[in-house]
């Protein structure tokens, strides 16, 4: 009963290759998010929709571009990838109002050679 | 904007050792307050929130209180396992977007 579902877990890929990951919630919540956490650990939101609606566009570059289908999925395509674009990302989801916390994904770590 | 600000890891605990993981933040507003705690290789578990001001927070022998005349929410064990050793991440959530805040993260290293 995975909450929140990430996939692939791992990616290994060459530069200037398009990949995407796809995320999916069973818990029913209106708002999903991805993340970007560094090799320091550091976290930082990219995006996040609600309802399908893009309501958090932080500074990304635009190869990284998020499609939600539907208000369970959040998929997260990244074209001509880049050295530094390797990362963990997180999928998260939570309901609007602010006391609630976010459930999050189990990560994709990407890895890009 | 918000932002919150955590001290700096690794901090290194013998098992049973008191834990104090400082945390403060600065926001518009009333933002809630959480902890959260990855374990290697993990995603992010909330471990505990705290919603207004006085609030405790409380979950697996952890705690911690919002304090709005400090702008601090300090995370505190009165004795940890080998098995707490992960980065714990302080946040707030408001304003906005409601989106979540993080700080920088602090890795707990717990040793036998």
């Known amino acids: 009963d995975t909450a929140v579902s990430q996939t692939p877990k791992y990616l290994v890929t060459q530069m200037g290759n398009d990949k995407s990951i796809k995320c999916e919630q069973n818990l029913g919540h209106d708002t999903m998010y991805w993340y970007k956490q560094d090799s320091k650990k550091f976290l930082k939101i990219m995006f996040s929709y609600n309802n399908k609606e893009l309501i958090i566009n932080e500074t990304v570059p635009n190869r990284f571009s998020p499609k939600s289908p539907d208000k369970a999925h959040l998929n997260l395509h990244i074209n001509s990838l880049e050295l530094g674009d390797s990362a963990v990302y997180f999928c998260?989801?939570?309901?609007?109002?602010?006391?609630?916390?976010?459930?999050f994904g189990s990560g994709t770590r990407l890895t890009v050679v | 904007g918000n932002s919150v600000t955590q001290m700096e890891g690794p901090v290194t605990l013998s098992e049973e050792a008191f834990l104090t993981i400082n945390c403060t933040y600065t926001?518009?507003?009333?933002?809630?307050l959480f902890w959260y705690v990855q374990y290697p290789g993990e995603g992010l578990q909330l471990l505990l929130k705290?919603?207004?001001?006085?609030d405790k927070g409380s979950n697996k022998g952890f705690e911690a209180t919002y304090r709005k005349e400090t702008t601090s929410f300090h995370l505190e064990k009165g004795s940890v396992q080998v098995s707490d050793s992960a980065v714990y991440f302080c946040a707030l959530r408001a304003g906005g977007g409601n989106k979540l805040t993080f700080g920088t993260g602090t890795q707990l290293k717990v040793e036998l």
């Open positions: 926001a518009t507003g009333y933002p809630s």
């Open positions: 705290a919603t207004k001001a006085d």
């Open positions: 998260a989801s939570s309901q609007a109002a602010p006391h609630y916390g976010y459930t």
